[in-house]
């Protein structure tokens, strides 16, 4: 089977699980997973409580429990017009708590915001969204508090069969929604694609791009005017390197970031 053909695509949108907080990052990424997703699959929203941040202040931890009550009513309203979803309210460490909470959902796909945390100083990312990302088993969708319902859906590819499983779901998208699908191909950098591409085989339909600059410059650029950015992880199951094309993406880019897991 060649790598283009491989990983079911329409599963990743099956079972999505979006954390949830006050933060216009936090419903953007709400909102573009339940505009993306199949009306059949399965969406859940999750607030997570601190509680060990509480301490025995009762007055404190109501006044968080009714910020995370109010987070999911307001994110629930933000997406009704596009999907269904469910609603949890959790207690514990955030990280440990969601990524239990995507084993136990079984979940596809986890979505997230940047600037999702309050600690994250000097981290586009936020401490959150970038142990998500490093930590979960699943793909997952981050995304800024930007919106744009213009633009294609670009598909960074370099040969490998992270790049082939993303193709896979970009191309899955594109033709559901009617969406325009871009694959950009970097050439420039250190690591410049490998042997397993070609414009013969990628398929002569696809609209390619080859660009001379690295893979994170050419990745974050396209993202301005794209509507959604894909890219394959290299690391599945693992954790993935700070150094990482997806995560240098996902912490520049202009446009939600789907890694491919």
């Keep these: 089977m060649s790598q283009l053909e491989t990983g079911p695509a329409a599963t990743v949108w099956d079972r999505v699980l979006c954390a949830v907080d006050q933060t216009p990052a936090s419903i953007h990424a709400a909102r573009t997973a339940a505009r993306l997703m199949p009306a059949a699959a399965r969406l859940t929203l999750c607030t997570v409580v601190h509680g060990g941040a509480l301490g025995a202040d009762v007055s404190l931890e109501r006044s968080r429990t009714r910020e995370a009550q109010d987070a999911l009513t307001h994110a629930q309203a933000e997406i009704e017009a596009f999907h269904d979803a469910e609603l949890q309210l959790r207690e514990g460490r955030p990280v440990r708590r969601l990524l239990d909470e995507l084993s136990a959902e079984r979940a596809t796909l986890v979505t997230?915001?940047?600037?999702?945390?309050?600690?994250?100083?000097?981290?586009t990312l936020g401490e959150l969204a970038t142990a998500i990302?490093?930590?979960?088993?699943?793909?997952v969708l981050v995304a800024g508090a930007a919106e744009r319902d213009y633009g294609a859906v670009v598909v960074g590819f370099d040969g490998s069969g992270g790049a082939g499983r993303a193709l896979a779901v970009g191309r899955e998208l594109s033709a559901r929604l009617a969406l325009v699908l871009r694959v950009l191909v970097a050439t420039g950098g250190p690591h410049p694609p490998g042997p397993g591409w070609s414009r013969h085989e990628?398929?002569?339909?696809l609209d390619v791009v080859e660009d001379p600059r690295t893979a994170v410059d050419a990745l974050i650029e396209a993202s301005h005017t794209a509507r959604l950015l894909i890219l394959g992880s290299r690391h599945l199951g693992g954790v993935m390197a700070r150094s990482s094309v997806s995560e240098q993406a996902a912490r520049g880019a202009g446009c939600p970031v789907l890694v491919i897991r």
């Design 202 to 205: 990628l398929g002569t339909e």
């Design 112 to 123: 997230v915001g940047r600037h999702s945390d309050s600690g994250a100083a000097g981290d």
């Design 133 to 139: 990302l490093h930590e979960a088993v699943c793909s």
